[in-house]
């Protein structure tokens, strides 16, 4: 910044005055009107924006259903069928709430492995990659908060499995559980912490979001083909040009997750949770909610249990890591012939770790999962950093431009 | 590129799978009005459902969830609500004496359940609690069905099968044994309108009672559903003309 730049003149005197005093209206005509694009992107770039909206929408939806939800042990199942049954349009909320809940990481997972796909971590967005798992962190634990609330025997259990995991840290393991949960066991004061930190995370999340895209705007978005914008005519501005392609793809969105929301409200949660929390009675199989199962996978792969929450807690702090783990000056996987089937294996083997996950950790499934976590870490630790030795990468198009040149040949 | 959706299409073609896969036994399927994009309630078969829950089910289940004016939504006229709760006794107070007492219950008041608490109702059951059945239809895997079949799935046990004390054979409750007797015979219940009352029918509209119990918003969710869906197809029909018009110079 070099000091009060001469400022924008607009014919609106209200907005000149803002202006003069808060370049903000600049700031917004800039980063979201004639913000470029280049003009190659597809409709994976739309994800982010999706994600978004997703997550207004979630934050708005949450409020009111705050309004009439009550944290205690002895009232929390029934607030929430009060909710559904009593509140006007309570129902439509909480589907709203829950089942977006589940689509947020749908889009997420497609962003991120869209990320992975194309390269967009590489150098100059490095950083950009590391808030956007942040962000991914801060909704895993925000989810697993949320899914408390509910109070329902998968709550309950859940909470119980989860928050045990910490008791495996040797010396501070059993103090640190407690101090967690407020109690020896999941109670009355674990309710209520975790209403209060579900209600805040959503908005320290929104904080990331803002200087995860704050940073993208500073190099401009990648794109499929994974090279550097050369000229103007690479690009599209954002308004209108992207603005209709985004609303195209959330019109598109908005059919499915009311599909869902509508005409099968419950396909996605567990039966068990319309069952109110009883400590007495275990639940025959405890399953985490469906984005989380292959990090539960990997947790139940490992024989010992530090070791397990070990390896889990690795398999997503090595993602801070890929922009330096990859060592490969092309970004994008279309033309890189050898890295591009490793990366299609990885996300058939992230989808497989969920599957098995959700079943009982025995027999066939125990195997799976266990090669599911070496198939893992040795993409991140030996095929990522060394498989440019042996890689020929095809030649990248010169310009944006000159894709479609050829293409119109 | 196009090996990309391949597989995300291939993701969400296995995803469906999940659920699919997840239930454990095969329950044969039974047609209700209540399903598909349209589906709605039988205000008959629901009051029907009512008089069944009431004379065989509330004897040892709550639903404690459930207000007698609820029962408006299901037909039934105010005065008809105000009788059916008068037949119900609640605790109230304390008066301005500080007494507790006795009074006959309101519309406003919740469903009386048959057991003070649930100490009770085990006690009462052979140690067996009965299940609140306001959304039990939800709490189980395909729950409509489930509840129809396992009502109908009393049978002889095999000969080579001890069934345990207090116990009853049943082909659909998991490991085959049931701490609920039978509740379901043939005309165990007669229907004021003359409907066939075989243990099918009674079966069924119980079923359709307890899953309006369980989603009493299924029509109104149905219906705005379409509405929604239909509004987000016609404004993308536009904005997928108006961006093709747009980006057609770009290309």
Redesign the interface.
Known sequence: MSGPAEPKKYKNPVLNWIEFRLPIISYFEREYGDYPMPKNCNYFWSFGALATIILVVMIVSGIFLAMNYTPHTDMAFDSVERIMRDVNYGWLLRYIHSNGAAFFFIVIYIHILRGMYYGSYKYPRELNWILGVFIYLLMMATSFLGYTLPWGQMSYWGATVITNLFSAIPIIGEGLKTWLLGDYTVGNATLNRFFALHYVLPFVIFGVVALHVAAVHVHGSNNPAGIDIKSKGDTVTFFPYMLFKDALAVCAFGVLISAVIFFGPNLMAEVDNYIPADPLVTPAHIVPNWYLAPFYAILRAVPDKLGGVLLMFGAIAILFFLPWLDRSKVRSCNYRPMYKWFMMLFFVNFFILGYVGLKPAEGLYLLIARLGLIYYFGFFLIITPFINWIEKPKTLPASISDIYLGMNK | ?K??IL??LL?FY?SNL??AE?STKSLPQHEWSFEG?TGTFDRGALQRGYQVYSEVCSGCHSM??LYYR?LIDIGFSEDQVKAIASEFTVIDGPNDEGEMFERDARPADRFVSPYLNDNEARANNNGAYP?DL??IT????D?ANYIYNLLLGYKDPPADMEVGEGMYYNIYMAGNQIAMPQPIYDESVDYADGTNNSAEQLAEDLVVFLTWA?E??LEV??N???K??LF??I??FI??L??NR??RE??
């Open positions: 590129m090996i990309f597989f995300f993701f296995t999940f659920a997840s994009i404690k969830l609820d299940p306001s959304v939800k709490a189980k895997k729950g369980a009493p918003e969710r149905k705005l559903g379409i929604v869906i987000f197809i404004l993308g904005i997928f108006a961006k747009l980006w770009v290309h």
